[in-house]
């Protein structure tokens, strides 16, 4: 069964710093691109960034770009987002996403980790 | 950056109805086009890739259509367990944009 959970969210100031981590089981780690999408509760969803299953950066969302760094460690089964320079509209539940074929489609989603930039 | 724009934001209807939901690009994306369904306090669920491949273990009350920038998610017969937000996703480039999400709701 596949498995995605992510970690690393809370609380931080406006400026401040936080990484978010997603372990995954139940697939061959590195045959897959991750993705991490985000979603403002009630609200809809945003693509924040993806990574294919080399470590490949995919892209970012224009409104993290130069902020935000994804990254995997195939070794560790893990994927990782490094987010800097946080602002309030950053603050979202943040979903681990595995990608599932080639055409980039989402078939397994972590349960997400919260963030709220606030100070 | 490509939008896309769905439509109705929302809708009401009853157990049984038929229901459309379109999506449209802002540009061309083929048939890069995935539906998903969410429920509240769940992460989404994938339902249809690729305009109109059904997810396995979906049900086939839910049909996706269209190539290009137009594109329709159908439920032939909705049922209780259907009353959810749906968003569609192209993933013709990065970023790979959502749509702002339609919600079915009870009638």
């Known amino acids: 069964e596949v498995q995605l959970v992510e970690s690393g969210g809370g609380v931080v100031r406006p400026g401040g710093s936080l990484r978010l981590s997603c372990g995954a089981s139940?697939?061959?780690?590195?045959?897959?691109?991750m993705s991490w999408v985000r979603q403002v509760p009630g609200k809809g969803l945003e693509w924040v960034s993806g990574i294919n299953g080399k470590g490949g950066t995919l892209g970012y969302a224009d409104s993290v770009k130069g902020r935000f760094t994804i990254s995997r460690d195939n070794a560790k089964n893990s994927l990782f987002l490094q987010m800097n320079s946080l602002r309030a509209e950053d603050t979202a539940l943040y979903y681990c996403?595995?990608?599932?074929?080639?055409?980039?489609?989402?078939?397994?989603w972590g349960q997400g980790t919260l963030v709220t930039v606030s100070s | 950056d490509i939008r896309m724009t769905q439509s109705p934001f929302s809708l009401s209807a009853s157990v049984g109805d038929r229901v459309t939901i379109t999506c449209r690009a802002s540009?061309?994306?083929?048939?890069?086009l995935n539906w998903y369904q969410q429920k509240p306090g769940q992460a989404p669920k994938l339902l249809i890739y690729?305009?109109?491949n059904l997810q396995t273990g979906v049900p086939s009350r839910f049909t996706g259509s269209g190539s290009g920038t137009d594109f329709t998610l159908t439920i032939s017969s909705l049922q209780p367990e259907d009353f959810a937000t749906y968003f569609c996703?192209?993933?013709?480039?990065?970023?790979?944009?959502f749509g702002g999400g339609t919600k079915v709701e009870i009638k």
């Open positions: 996703q192209q993933s013709y480039s990065t970023p790979r944009t």
């Open positions: 139940g697939f061959i780690f590195d045959d897959y691109g």
């Open positions: 540009q061309s994306i083929s048939k890069f």
């Open positions: 996403a595995r990608d599932g074929g080639y055409s980039g489609y989402i078939d397994h």
């Open positions: 690729a305009a109109s």
